[in-house]
């Protein structure tokens, strides 16, 4: 999970449900959470927390399993790592994280991908078709996701509507 406000520490918090570990990646030295969320959080041994962390590029390959790791940088030093990784949320509030798919996939004037309504097919095969990335209803869902993560919708008929594999 990428972020530092309620909604990141809210979806970081609700992912120890599907997965035994968790990161929390933030970019400063303390959290911009309500002080409840962020107790939970530092209580809950299933996360842990990457301080003074920006994520500079996901990688990976879509066509061959998907997202790997992501490239990170110290906001303090500068030093540049990497984290392997299953899968990444960014929690990013009513604005789409779209630009890493500009010029690769079809967006709609507001920055979103563009699907088909009441289901979600991507433009381009095997590419992630994430939230909040696309919004069939003028929706804006709080956290979005890249990598090999598999999810169900009621919408869909319980088909897989994003990841890679």
């Given at each position: 999970?990428?972020?530092?406000?309620?909604?990141?520490?809210?979806?970081?918090l609700?992912?120890?449900?599907?997965?035994?570990?968790?990161?929390l990646?933030?970019?400063?030295?303390?959290?911009?959470?309500?002080?409840?969320?962020?107790?939970?959080?530092?209580?809950?041994?299933?996360?842990?927390?990457?301080?003074?962390?920006?994520?500079?590029?996901?990688?990976?390959?879509?066509?061959?399993?998907?997202?790997?790791?992501?490239?990170?940088?110290?906001?303090?030093?500068?030093?540049?790592?990497?984290?392997?990784?299953?899968?990444?949320?960014?929690?990013?509030?009513?604005?789409?994280?779209?630009?890493?798919?500009?010029?690769?996939?079809?967006?709609?004037?507001?920055?979103?991908?563009?699907?088909?309504?009441?289901?979600?097919?991507?433009?381009?095969?095997?590419?992630?078709?994430?939230?909040?990335?696309?919004?069939?209803?003028?929706?804006?869902?709080?956290?979005?996701?890249?990598?090999?993560?598999?999810?169900?919708?009621?919408?869909?008929?319980?088909?897989?509507?994003?990841?890679?594999?």
């Open positions: 999970m990428i972020g530092g406000g309620n909604t990141a520490v809210e979806e970081a609700y992912l120890t449900n599907h997965s035994p570990d968790v990161t990646i933030h970019r400063r030295d303390s959290l911009r959470s309500e002080k409840i969320l962020q107790e939970r959080l530092f209580a809950n041994d299933k996360i842990s927390v990457m301080w003074n962390k920006e994520v500079l590029r996901f990688a990976g390959d879509p066509l061959a399993g998907g997202l790997t790791h992501l490239e990170l940088r110290d906001t303090v030093t500068g030093a540049a790592s990497q984290l392997p990784v299953d899968g990444a949320f960014v929690a990013i509030g009513h604005a789409p994280a779209t630009e890493l798919f500009k010029g690769k996939l079809e967006m709609d004037e507001s920055g979103y991908l563009v699907v088909e309504p009441s289901i979600v097919r991507r433009s381009q095969p095997r590419a992630p078709a994430a939230w909040p990335h696309w919004t069939p209803n003028g929706s804006s869902p709080r956290a979005s996701s890249l990598g090999r993560m598999r999810s169900r919708s009621p919408v869909d008929g319980g088909e897989k509507v994003s990841g890679a594999d």
